[in-house]
């Protein structure tokens, strides 16, 4: 097994101070190996957004360690969370957060135009099975489409993570195993690592390894002896 | 390849169209104001500045009773005088057909053959003089076309007592008259005033100055001071009668260019700021409102690696293409509001060439001063730009509280229906965004109402001046100081009802080393027809001893009530002393000064003298008395005050009076810009809820209430502060358009407040149009899936 792109040692997160602090993450050690699909399993509240997007840099611990490969995401300074973000992770958000004023194409340019090795935004948006609606805007798709524009907008810099906070949730079963499907391509055509978050346990079958969450804390890690393909699972 | 962003930036900007171009309106007014009121400035001046150095306008001035042609050699050869050049002058009237009075005319001499070494004329039809003839003269260009006179034709006029006949040989501009009036009126009538040139010895035969001269023009060398030359052209014209040298700058026609180049460059300083200010609150308003509701957008960019740098300048770029645009588009308007002034400039002001000159500085001024306040506005929001972390601005927002706002308004709530209730708790809720739009539409309407008041101020002025302040029918001039028995004669003259006669003397008022030259009014004791009145219109009665000044002499020489003024009285044995300021006259054409009649004859040594006499009339008998008058021989001149007026009223009608309009439309501009933006932005902040409410069953109506109730709201609160505010406003900026030609009261004028406020209702009205054609247009379902 090679070097796990995530490690975590005590990783904490509070919100607020005093008697209405709330305690979002509780000492978290965790390891995440390069090139899996890891899915974050728990209730609502129990801190996985949280600590997504810590791990995203997006956010910062209160305490612990958090390393990308060999650095340090707690010591970095903004400039340099920017740069991480900018060129090694990809994005995928329960409310898709596709920009209105901007067609499927030039959300995935958003992406491409800062990225340094990018794939075409056509061929990001072919390899959702969107390359058609190219030039629609975000009202003029469903809630799939839009999904899957974001996406392929998160791949289209072949990212080395991709974070998905629930990118299912909006979703009906069909369009929800599309997505899953989509990811699980991303996966296995590009290497790319992926985090998602989950609170529907159906959606754990296409993992290589399941964390389970709960009150901001690990519960247990399931490793999946057989991956499902997402067309497989029952919903 | 064009940057995604800068899709999202036209789109954006396309979106925002109305917006952006309220904002751009008011940034372009500003801009354009100023391209064209410097650009005017430069014109003016430089054109001035030509003119007088190719027909060589003399740098100093000296009238003097009689003074033998020798003095004039003597002071041609004082250090720092390049050129002395004497002449005659002295006041005609010009018989016109169907003009029972005569028309009012300066004579000036030119030499018998050649140019003049000063004071050149530009022939603008005909010859020069060439000697040959006594009877040749050269009339002024304005006054001829306004008489249809031309080269050939006669003129009748009388001089000095005598009729004589002309022959017009040539029309002619002059340096010299650039801006003329008749005399004691301000406004300049092509009719109503002559100047007619002929040749020196036929002026000298007229009023027996063979030998002799009245009037000096001195040119000065480079290194030349101007007051060592003045002291000492009036050391040596003083046993002659001098009346005191002075400098271009008070040359009458002078200084009523350089008052009209100050007032524009005051102007250009002063006004665009105004408009750049509230731009820049706009901008600011409109860019944090956008930046609200594009948190996540904001956020997401972020999230993917966008910098704060590249983020801003983003938000940055949508700044810049609208103060550019309005800057641009203010630029261009500038340069053709420029060209057409120029054409109304040339109606005052006889230039024979004026081009509307651009000054380059200006664009450039303009354009970065546009771009700096507007980056001003946006600089704060980019502020909140960069604090925004992606993490947060990801999550959605909660809900608007309302807990509050609906407890404070629950008494009250009670007894309204559903709709009113959310106007009203969303007013409670937000105070500060209310207070903000409040306070944007109450500038709007200060700024309203003090731009219609100072309009109305010069309508006021007019009624003033020709009802209050003058209350005779016409005024006659005495061809020199005359004795009061000449008033009885007047009097006894069928037509005339009341007679008072008045005295004016050249003077120099000095308070230490300030100095205003100017004219003493000697009026009789309880005066009936003009009379010095205070700030409340009441007449100010004149002491003994003791002088009354206007209120713009009183300021420039820093006079209380009760302060010692030298006066320097520039006629008779010119006595020089310190008298009393008893009073300040609140006048509002010229800046006169008053003192009691009896007094200053004794002050010169002259008891029971006037120089001119206002008359009431019967109006039946007018024309009968103009022809009495004209034939008496110590009158030089009769002027009707209706004449005056009219001429007045025309001017304020046809020129400057336009600029009421664009005052007013200036006005509408901003105040549309700012109640627009609080409307959309109202809009865009409801536009779930109001969905939701058609959604529920509401009609579009109900639903335009809930939007226009609040609008409505604001306006009516904003109105009576922005009355207030404007109050204020109007006497800055009626301090700072009153000159010493005319002096403009802010006063309050309630037809002003009931326009302003028309102005606001009806940028409101139209905002409020604009605003619920946004909301039958919006997509219900669209309004609804937006997260906010
Ligand atoms: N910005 C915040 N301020 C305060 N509390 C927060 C904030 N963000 C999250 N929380 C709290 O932290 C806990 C974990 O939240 P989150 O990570 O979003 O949970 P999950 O994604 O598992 O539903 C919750 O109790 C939530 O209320
Ligand atoms: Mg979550």
New binding site residues.
Partial sequence: MTSPAFTTRGLT?V??EGHTA????RGVDLEIPKGEVVVLL????????????ILGGLDRATDGTALFHDTNLSEMTDRQLTRFRRDHVGFVFQFYNLMPSLTARENVELVTEIAQAPLDAGDALALVGLADRADHFPAQLSGGEQQRVAIARAIAKQPEVLFC??PTGALDSQTGRTVLKVLQDVNDQLGSTILM?T?AAHTAKMADRVIH?AD?AIREVVLNATKLNPEEIAW | MVSPLDHKLVRDLWRMKGQGMAIGAVIGVGVMLMVMMTGLTVSLTETRAAYYDRYRLADVFASVARAPDRMADRIALLPGVAAAESRIVGRALIEVPGEALGIQAQAVSLPERGRPALNDIYLTHGRMLDGSRSDDVIVLESFAKAHDLSPGDTLRATMNGSRRTFRIIGLAQSPEFLYTTAPGELVPDDARFGVIWMSRSSLAATYDLDGAFHDLLIGLTRDARQDAVITAVDDLLDRFGGRGAYGREDQQSNRFVSEEISGLEAAAKGVPPIFLAVASFLLYIVMSRMVQSEREEIGLMKAFGYTNAEVGTHYFKMILAIAAGGALAGCLAGIVAGRMMIGMYLIYFKFPFLVFQLDPASFVIGVSASILAASAGGLFVLRRVFALDP??AM?PPAPANYVRAGQMGRALARRLDQPSRMVLRRILRQPARMAGAMIGIATGMALSVSMITIYAGFDRTIDLTFSVVDRSDATVSFTHPVSDKTLFELGRLPGVTHVEGMRHVPVVFGNGRNSYRGVLTGLPPDPQLNWALDADMVPIPLPDRGIVLSVYIAQTLDLRPGDLVRIDLREGRQPILEVPVAGIAQTLLGSPAYMDLAALNALLGEPGRVTSAALTLDPARADALYRDLRDMPTVVGVSVKAQARDAFVEIMDTGAGSVRYVMGAMAFIITFGIVYNAARIAFAERERDLASLRVIGFTSGEAAFVLLGELAVVVFVALPLGGVLGYYLSFGIAAGFSTELYQIPALFDPVSYGSAMLVVLGAAFVSGLLVVRDLNRSDLVEALKRRE
């Fill in positions: 997160k919100y607020g709330v305690h979002a993450l728990g209730p609502s509240g129990s801190g996985k957004s949280t600590l997504l997007n906070d629930e978050v609170h969450f901001g | 993490a947060a999550r």
